[in-house]
Each structure stands twice: as C-alpha cells, then as structure tokens.
C-alpha cells in the first residue's frame, strides 16, 4: 500500500509559478512510476507529466511542454512538479499517481486507470 500526498497548490496569477510536492510513503519509492494528473469539473482526469524510476525519463503531455518540468527525490520520497508561467486555464485539481515497476521493459503510461495508488488532489487557480 502506497499513501501519496499532495502540496503546494494555491492560488498564483497568471504568469505565476507554483511547485507542487507529492510525498509518497512507502519503502519501494525507487521502483515506482510516479505521475501527476489534472481534472476539471465535468470532465475526466488527464495526463500532464510522468517519471521514471531513476528519474532520467520524463513525459509531459503538449500543452506542458516547455512549462512544466516534473522530477523526483529519492532521499525525501517525494515528486515535483515546478509549474511555470501559469495561464488561467491551468486552473484544475492536481492528483499524484503511482504505480510499481513490473518488468524491465515496463514504461511510462498516461491512462489513469493504470495507477492503482493517488493522492488527494490539491487545487490549483491561477486567475487572470
């Protein structure tokens, strides 16, 4: 059993930046995928950033490229998200996900429903 939880969310203006930590508790932190989400009312849970195990290999959905830079901290088992120049529709709740290595030749996935653990979610609003 992995408890992920999240912090760091508020409110920032659009431009603005945000960090937002996932603290995971568990003694496997090294071997699991950890990966953070985004939903908005209405609508379902979608990708924006995934991590590796050793950290080296990064995925980020297009609309964070370039913004948003997702990392880890093995010593303090705990995930980032540094999220820079903020727009309004950034706005959402942000969900830590995570899910155990399997195999060698497992890798990154963006589909929720592959992560069995998640945090609370923590709210993000960046106004305009």
């Known amino acids: 059993q992995v408890t992920l939880v999240e912090s760091g969310g508020g409110l920032v203006q659009d431009g603005g930046s945000l960090r937002l930590s996932c603290v995971a508790s568990t003694r496997t932190f090294g071997s699991h995928f950890f990966t953070w989400f985004r939903q908005t009312p209405g609508n379902m849970r979608e990708f924006v950033a995934a991590?590796?195990?050793?950290?080296?290999?990064?995925s980020y959905a297009d609309s964070y490229k370039g913004r948003f830079t997702i990392s880890r901290d093995h010593a303090k088992n705990t995930v980032y998200l540094q999220m820079n120049a903020l727009k309004p529709e950034d706005t959402a709740v942000y969900y830590c996900a995570s899910r155990p290595r399997r195999s060698i030749i497992d890798n990154l996935r963006r589909n929720p429903g592959d992560y069995p653990y998640w945090g609370q979610g923590i709210q993000v609003t960046v106004s305009s």
């Open positions: 991590i590796g195990t050793n950290g080296a290999d990064t």
